[in-house]
């Protein structure tokens, strides 16, 4: 079975420095993608990266990295300079092959709290 | 454009209502989904359709009934509610099913109270 964990419950950051939010994840199968989500407390689940299991190169979306470990089946989120608006949930994500299609399998989640 | 429109955002409803709500993506995507999010926790799968077609219901009670009626469109109809089915309504949508189908975009959410 498919699993995706997150271990931090909370992370606590300044503004302007960096953090990483952890997540591994658990899979037999070869391909998958891994996804990372913002869920500010408006709601809307905001899709951040997207790292497939192929890809050789670390996903970076502006502020956005993905630090893709696959040996160790790691899928860290660095965001680089927080900002205040930054402050949300995170959910890692991943979808594979599996008896639910393409459905998305989510961690816990990470609540991030940027102060200035 | 990677909007996915939801409506309502916000909807009350007693329990011997009956109500829908409405999903929509122009991303000329072929799956979409529905998901059900408590608070604090992750969404959790409701149904899937792709193509049109539903091809996974995770088990959901039969007071929630999906229904897509083109490839832009999906409701879900609601019915005979009880005050645990309060929660956040999650749509959304990819190019289509299988792993390689990339980014899943979701819409705003529904926030669904049930008196």
């Known amino acids: 079975a498919q699993k995706i964990t997150q271990t931090q419950p909370g992370m606590f950051v300044q503004e302007k420095e960096a953090v990483t939010l952890d997540c591994t994840y658990d899979t037999s199968d070869q391909s998958y993608g891994l996804f990372w989500y913002k869920q500010p407390s408006s709601g809307e689940m905001i899709f951040l990266i997207y790292q497939g299991s192929y890809d050789e190169q670390n996903a970076t979306e502006g502020r956005y990295s993905l630090n893709f470990q696959k040996a160790r089946k790691s899928a860290n989120l660095v965001i680089s300079a927080s900002q205040l608006g930054d402050s949300a949930m995170y959910f890692c994500?991943?979808?594979?092959?599996?008896?639910?299609?393409?459905?998305?399998?989510f961690g816990k989640g990470t609540t991030l709290s940027v102060s200035s | 454009d990677t909007e996915v429109t939801q409506t309502p955002k916000h909807l009350v409803m007693g329990m011997t209502n009956k109500k829908s709500l409405k999903c929509e993506q122009h991303m000329g995507h072929r799956a979409m989904y529905w998901y059900k999010q408590k608070a604090k926790k992750p969404p959790e799968l409701m149904f899937v359709y792709s193509y049109e077609k539903l091809s996974i219901n995770e088990s959901v009670p039969s007071r929630f009934s999906p229904e897509c009626p083109n490839s832009s469109l999906l409701n879900l109809h609601l019915h005979a509610l009880q005050p645990e089915d309060s929660a956040l309504y999650l749509c959304a949508s990819s190019l289509n099913e299988g792993a390689g189908a990339g980014e899943q975009y979701f819409g705003p959410g529904t926030r669904l109270t049930v008196t």
């Open positions: 994500a991943m979808r594979g092959n599996n008896q639910a299609g393409t459905a998305l399998i």
